[in-house]
């Protein structure tokens, strides 16, 4: 089992449309999380950071449930540009620093 | 100013041949990390510096896999009699530095060099 799983996708949405990705985490001593957006072929950029109480940037909200281990993105009136894939990113500092990534969600927006 | 590069930003090796692949951290940052990706796959963590000291190489597929950053800038991952299931995108990221445990700062990736053996 992979120490960080996500959905593959692909998610097909129409324009304007809300989606959810969802991103589950095995280690419980995981102290950070981000998600990354990819273009194809494009290195991965941070899209932000997920806190404990939940936060939101324009039409992006992330959440964490740290019980249940696992992550959210919401994403709003989506929009075409939003096509790319997701990557869910657990930062465990046990024993060593490391980025831990998932496969990775992709999203289509469509006209 | 300019962000993570790496050179070469493809590479075509025949099955056997030596490979090296370049990386230019942020001016600055201390931290820097060698991921795998394969198609289809998330970035797979291979080795991470911070300033010239190798802190962590467990990633590293084999001993065919080699990384060093002798000044603590410029990084350089060797790749030894290369394999076909060594394709792969190699990505550079580097962050300003690591504080105390629990606190983490931002990985800035580089485009990647695609690595294809024939």
């Known amino acids: 089992r992979k120490e960080v799983e996500q959905d593959p996708g692909p998610f097909n949405v129409p324009e304007g449309a809300t989606v959810a990705f969802n991103c589950t985490y095995s280690n419980s001593a995981s102290q950070s999380f981000f998600w990354y957006r990819q273009d194809c072929r494009k290195e991965p950029k941070l899209l932000m950071s997920?806190?404990?109480s939940g936060n939101e940037d324009g039409r992006f909200t992330a959440q964490l449930n740290r019980a249940s281990q696992y992550i959210s993105l919401l994403i709003r009136d989506s929009k075409l540009s939003d096509s790319a894939t997701y990557l869910c990113?657990?930062?465990?500092?046990?024993?060593?620093?490391?980025?831990?990534f998932g496969t990775g969600t992709r999203l289509k927006v469509l006209a | 100013g300019a962000g993570v590069s790496q050179s070469p930003r493809y590479k075509v090796a025949k099955r056997g041949q030596d490979v090296a692949l370049r990386c230019d951290p942020i001016?600055?940052?201390?931290?820097l990390f060698w991921y795998q990706q394969a198609l289809g796959q998330g970035p797979e963590f291979l080795t991470y510096?911070?300033?010239?000291?190798?802190?962590?190489k467990s990633g590293l597929p084999s001993d065919r896999f080699f990384a060093e950053r002798p000044e603590g800038s410029v990084s350089t991952l060797k790749i030894q009699r290369t394999q076909q299931e060594d394709s792969a995108v190699y990505l550079c990221?580097?962050?300003?530095?690591?504080?105390?445990?629990?606190?983490?700062?931002?990985?800035?990736f580089g485009p990647g060099t695609r690595l294809t053996v024939l």
């Open positions: 997920v806190y404990s």
């Open positions: 990221a580097s962050s300003f530095q690591i504080r105390t445990s629990g606190d983490t700062d931002t990985q800035y």
């Open positions: 001016s600055g940052h201390v931290s």
């Open positions: 510096f911070q300033n010239e000291a190798q802190l962590d």
């Open positions: 990113v657990v930062i465990t500092t046990s024993g060593t620093y490391k980025y831990i």
